[in-house]
């Protein structure tokens, strides 16, 4: 009987590309995930890595076994859920993750009312973005994650991941009340070629997001304050020194002498809940009627004063 530790390894090698990677998931040591593959290949008999450059790739065995792995993964994970649709009592552990916008407005609601129902129930939360959720959420990292699918850029979810749309957003623009076109109601981002920008840090997902679309738009935005959060851009605007792309779904209350108007084209955006269909069990069916309630709370109300 193969050694189900060893087995996880060799599958978080096969996800995650790199055995440093594989042990960061795992929470070991790259020495420890290196020990379980080589008593693994002992136990099989044939090789299952091989060198590639400093690293090692899988090889045909070795993706075979991983494979199998995943699918055992799966079954097990089945299994648990199976066994705790047979308590009375929601328990065990939920982790959750979500994009920063409903971080701020509907998960801490949503998560108040899923332990105030569910008082045994161990929540933990983690706050990123689609590109890290979805990966995060195919590992077993999270249970159950809130992303989002811009119409400029859909999001491809993998197999094996059930989900459906709770929310439907739009991203604004932010324009100092003394701008030229802030008496608008709507505004061209391609009229807005000359400014200065204020959106978020490089390698983050509305950075590329920003800056592709506007690159479609015909310019390479002007992009001067790299800034972590929507409120804190939104200041820069108040201040003269840029404009800025923010959600609606983040609910920042604009600054005297900001003004939020639609954009042309319009930046729409669809919020998903994903989780494991696999992992169907009823702390996550708990989480899923939480979350979609919180949503469907959410009001209309306009951001501009």
């Known amino acids: 009987m193969l050694n189900l530790e060893r087995l996880r390894a060799l599958h978080a090698v096969a996800e995650t590309g790199s055995v440093a990677a594989a042990a960061r998931d795992l929470h070991v040591t790259p020495s420890g995930i290196s020990q379980q593959l080589n008593k693994l290949e002992r136990e099989v008999g044939v090789p299952l890595l091989a060198p590639q450059g400093r690293g090692v790739r899988l090889t045909e065995a070795g993706w075979v076994l991983a494979r199998r792995t995943g699918e055992v993964l799966s079954v097990l994970a089945q299994a648990e859920a199976e066994i705790a649709s047979l308590q009375s009592e929601v328990t065990g552990r939920l982790r959750v993750g979500a994009l920063v916008s409903p971080s701020r407005t509907v998960l801490p609601r949503a998560i108040a009312e899923i332990k105030q129902n569910h008082p045994r129930l161990e929540i933990t939360f983690h706050e990123g973005e689609s590109e890290e959720l979805l990966p995060a959420l195919i590992r077993r990292d999270l249970d159950i994650v809130v992303v989002d699918s811009w119409s400029t850029a859909p999001v491809e979810l993998p197999d094996g991941i059930s989900f ?142």
């Not at 701008?179 to 997902?205: E, F, M, R, Y």
């Not at 506007?214 to 929507?230: H, K």
């Not at 600054?255 to 702390?283: F, H, K, N, Q």
Request: aromatic share 8%.
């Open 164 to 305: 459906i749309p709770v929310h439907d957003d739009v991203a604004v623009v932010a324009l100092p009340a003394s701008h030229p076109l802030a008496d608008n109601k709507i505004v061209a981002l391609s009229d807005l070629s000359d400014q200065a920008w204020a959106t978020w840090t490089p390698g983050t997902d509305f950075h590329a997001f920003t800056v592709r679309m506007l690159r479609a738009q015909g310019f390479d935005p002007r992009i001067e304050y790299e800034v972590a959060e929507f409120p804190a851009q939104v200041e820069f605007v108040a201040q003269g020194l840029a404009v800025a792309l923010i959600p609606r779904l983040a609910k920042v209350v604009p600054p005297e002498g900001v003004r939020m108007l639609d954009t042309i084209p319009p930046l729409g955006r669809s919020i998903y809940l994903a989780w494991r269909t696999d992992s169907d069990r009823p702390a996550v069916r708990a989480a899923v009627e939480a979350l979609r309630r919180q949503f469907d709370a959410l009001d209309g109300q306009p951001l501009n004063p």
